[in-house]
C-alpha cells in the first residue's frame, strides 16, 4: 500500500483564510498610539495687572497638537480652558481679578488626545504690574518632582 499525502489546505480554505485575515486586520488596531507627548519646558510667566502672559518651548513630540491652559481661581472648584494651536509658543490669560491667586496647569496633548501629566504654575497679578508668590511644579508618573 502506498502513503498518501493529504493537502492541509484546500484552494477554498485558503481563500477563507485571506478574506478572513483582510477583513478583521482593520479592526485590529496595531497603531493605536498611547503614548503621551513631553511637557512644556522653558516656562516662563509674567504677572500683569488682570493677566499673566506665559512662554515655552513645545514638546519634541512629532504627533505634538496643542497645548491646553486650565486657569483656576484660589477657592474655586471650576476652571478656565484656554486652547493653544501647537506652532503656538507664548499665550496670555486675560480678564483676570487682581490680587486674587491663580493656578494655571499647562497640559500637552498629541494628536490621538494623550495628554501629558501637566505643569502647575501659580500666581497672583496685580494693578501694580509685579509679582507675587509665583511658583511652578512638574509632575511625572503623577508625583510632584
Sequence with gaps: MGFMRRKLFTKSSIIF?????????????????????EDVTNLSFNAKGEAVEFSWTNPPDSDFSYVEIRTTAKGETYYHTSIVPGK??????????????????????????????????????????????????SFENGQLI
Design 17 to 37: 483564510l485571506v478574506t478572513a485575515a483582510v477583513l478583521l486586520l482593520p479592526s485590529c488596531d496595531m497603531a493605536n498610539d498611547e503614548i503621551p507627548p
Design 88 to 137: 503656538a509658543t507664548s499665550y496670555t490669560v486675560q480678564e483676570l481679578t487682581n490680587n486674587v491667586e491663580y493656578e494655571f496647569n499647562i497640559i500637552c496633548y498629541d494628536t490621538s488626545k494623550n495628554h501629558s501629566a501637566g505643569i502647575t504654575a501659580k500666581s497672583i497679578p496685580s494693578g501694580l504690574g509685579d509679582v507675587r508668590n509665583v511658583t511652578y511644579s
